[in-house]
């Protein structure tokens, strides 16, 4: 039996004006209209042997978090919440922290990690990749979900295929955390190098050991405050001044870059990782021109734009290779090949406070 552990406690604020600190995009209906990211994370799971998902995320999200899951059929599902982002490293090991919680020492729950903000068009291929690593990571390794790199994206982490381990299975001989530019295209034409999707399967207690080679003092704060933290309702509270002390870290760098005991299983499931408006725009069907339109809009010469239209109509004449986001209180009018730069305007809104 796996237990899914969906991290949900990220910014996401390159899908500004739609995502926002009190909303930001895992919870947001990005690429279905009836379902959020997070429901959709949920969702992909159906029909697999497992236990509820433990979802864990910031304090502030604790009551869209459980609506959220409610709706998708989890009313009690167990939420951590966090008093401060501290990154995935410290995320994941209050979640294996709690699996191992009042368990026998010799047992070792496996956990599937997910990011609760990518799209997965293929669910079966999906669940099938998940069955290929079920034995990997009951020999102790980590297992990771690598895909074919498409591009020298520098925002992913790379991975490095070793010896063939099984049917679409292979050691990982090096894994690279967002490598600079250069290096991700020498990466990309080696053809030796699979992408990171940013999803895990291990035993909880596998990665606690990683993590105690590693970087202890995470380790000792996730520890200390999963110790003292509160319990109200499904809600696990970790202590907020121990935990405020935990440096900032994510798995890749962490744990992933540095452990000899990594395994990869090939991905083929229509992955992506909706990180701005241009790859939502990627994956969203097109008409005839290239345009992805959702609300009211009207368009008149118009090619490879993205608009959403939440609360007005929205008009374009004569334009091409745009991002248009429409809100209430807020327009994004961007170039779709300069949407990474999105948050720059975040940054500048919080700085001008
Ligand atoms: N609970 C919690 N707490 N969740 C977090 C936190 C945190 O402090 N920080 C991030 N997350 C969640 C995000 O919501 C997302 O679902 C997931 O963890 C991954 O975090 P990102 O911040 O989106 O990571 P990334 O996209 O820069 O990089 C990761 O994913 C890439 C693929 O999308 C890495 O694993 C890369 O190696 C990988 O290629
Ligand atoms: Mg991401």
Redesign the pocket.
């Known amino acids: 039996m796996i237990h899914p552990v969906?991290?949900?406690?990220?910014?996401?604020s390159r899908l500004w004006p739609l995502s926002r600190q009190l909303n930001?995009?895992?919870f947001l209906k990005l690429t279905d209209q009836h379902l959020s990211m997070l429901q959709l994370t949920v969702a992909r799971l159906d029909g697999m042997e497992s236990a509820d998902p433990l979802l864990?995320?910031?304090e502030d999200h604790r009551f869209l978090a459980a609506e959220q899951m409610r709706q998708a059929g989890y009313k009690d599902t167990r939420i951590?919440l966090?008093p401060?982002?501290?990154?995935?490293a410290?995320?994941i090991a209050l979640a294996a922290l709690q699996l191992v919680k009042n368990i026998d020492e010799n047992q070792n729950p496996l956990m599937l990690v997910?990011?609760?903000?990518?799209l997965i068009k293929d669910i079966a291929a999906f669940q099938s990749g998940i069955q290929k690593a079920i034995p990997l990571a009951q020999e102790d390794k980590l297992v990771t979900f690598g895909i074919v790199p498409g591009h020298a994206?520098t925002?992913?982490?790379y991975i490095q295929q070793g010896p063939e381990l099984g049917e679409n299975s292979f050691s990982v001989s090096r894994f690279v955390?967002?490598p600079d530019q250069k290096t991700a295209e020498e990466y990309l034409a080696s053809g030796d190098y699979l992408?990171?999707?940013?999803m895990f399967l291990f035993g909880a207690r596998t990665y606690l050991q990683e993590l105690q080679k590693h970087r202890p003092d995470i380790l000792a704060i996730c520890q200390a405050a999963l110790d003292d933290a509160s319990e109200d309702l499904h809600f696990t509270r970790v202590n907020e001044s121990v935990f405020a002390e935990c440096p900032?870290d994510?798995?890749?760098y962490a744990v992933?870059e540095k452990t000899d005991n990594a395994a990869v299983v090939a991905l083929d499931a229509g992955w992506s990782?909706i990180?701005s408006w241009s790859a939502l725009w990627e994956v969203s069907e097109k008409d005839s021109c290239g345009n992805a339109f959702s609300g009211d809009v009207i368009a008149h010469n118009t090619e490879s734009t993205l608009v959403r239209a939440d609360s007005r109509l929205v008009a374009t004449v004569g334009v091409k290779d745009l991002v248009i986001i429409e809100t209430k209180d807020a327009l994004l009018v961007a170039h779709k090949d300069q949407v990474q730069d999105v948050k720059k305007v975040v940054e500048r809104i919080k700085n001008d406070g």
Do not use: F, V
């Not at 969906?6 to 996401?12: N, W």
């Not at 401060?84 to 995935?88: D, F, H, L, V, Y």
């Not at 997910?114 to 990518?118: F, G, I, P, Q, V």
């Not at 992408?195 to 940013?198: A, Q, R, T, V, Y």
């Open positions: 969906i991290m949900a406690g990220g910014t996401g930001p995009k895992q864990i995320c910031n951590i966090e401060c982002g501290r990154n995935t410290p995320a997910l990011a609760a903000d990518h994206e925002g992913y982490g955390e967002k992408w990171n999707s940013g900032e994510s798995i890749d992933m990782d990180g």
